[in-house]
């Protein structure tokens, strides 16, 4: 079956530390990708997309980066967090069949403090 | 890019009312519309979807309508039960490469 993974649930980080999220696909092959981000009560940002591996587009300028380096895997980082990076972190996938569809992961909670 | 608006941003209704909330979309390449339910915490749900090739769809107690002329869709709950209660997210995908844009949410609360 198809499904997405994506770690960690929760994170508490410090300013100025590195990020690593990662979310992973099940089931499928070469699914388009994407990061999105929700700062509290507010809605979906888009961060990155990829359709492909080492392909990313980046939708807004920011302190962060994606990259993708397996068909299955997607990944979010940062060198140095700001405050401002807190939020809920979700990627999501398309399932392309039978018929196009967003799925999201579980999603990250960072806390930058 | 697309640039999806969504109406009202909060939402108060009586248990067994009707909700209705609107979105409009600037992109006319845009051909879905999904429509995704947020609970505190958890991830968005998709609960129903339309296709530009459509003008409603119904699910049970969930409508969804497009007019693809004026760029504008929404959702309708009939029977709102408090299990309602949650923030509605609806979409726009766009025919490159699949991505999709949020509206802002509406914050609905079906009292008992």
């Known amino acids: 079956s198809q499904t997405i993974h994506q770690w960690p649930a929760t994170l508490v980080q410090p300013v100025g530390s590195p990020l690593s999220l990662e979310c992973t696909v099940e089931?499928?092959?070469?699914?388009?990708l994407y990061w999105y981000r929700q700062a509290a009560g507010r809605g979906l940002q888009l961060l990155f997309y990829?359709?492909?591996?080492?392909?990313i587009s980046s939708e807004v300028p920011q302190n962060l980066s994606a990259s993708r380096p397996q068909d299955r895997q997607f990944i979010l980082s940062s060198k140095k967090l700001l405050l401002s990076d807190s939020g809920f972190y979700l990627c999501?996938?398309?399932?392309?069949?039978?018929?196009?569809?967003?799925?999201f992961g579980s999603g990250t909670q960072l806390s930058v403090l | 890019g697309e640039n999806v608006e969504q109406h009202p941003s909060t939402l108060s209704v009586q248990e067994g009312d009707s909700a209705v909330i609107k979105c409009t979309y600037s992109d006319s390449a845009s051909n879905y519309f999904p429509w995704y339910k947020q609970e505190l915490g958890k991830r968005p749900q998709l609960i129903i979807d339309i296709r530009s090739n459509v003008g409603e769809k119904k699910d049970q107690r969930i409508a969804v309508t497009l007019n693809k002329t004026a760029k504008h869709f929404s959702l309708h709950i009939t029977e709102t039960q408090p299990e309602d209660s949650a923030v509605y997210f609806c979409a726009a995908s766009s025919s490159n490469f699949n991505k999709f844009y949020f509206g802002s949410g509406t914050k609905l609360n079906v009292k008992p």
């Open positions: 089931g499928t092959s070469n699914p388009n």
């Open positions: 999501a996938w398309v399932r392309l069949r039978p018929d196009e569809k967003l799925f």
């Open positions: 990829s359709v492909g591996i080492g392909q």
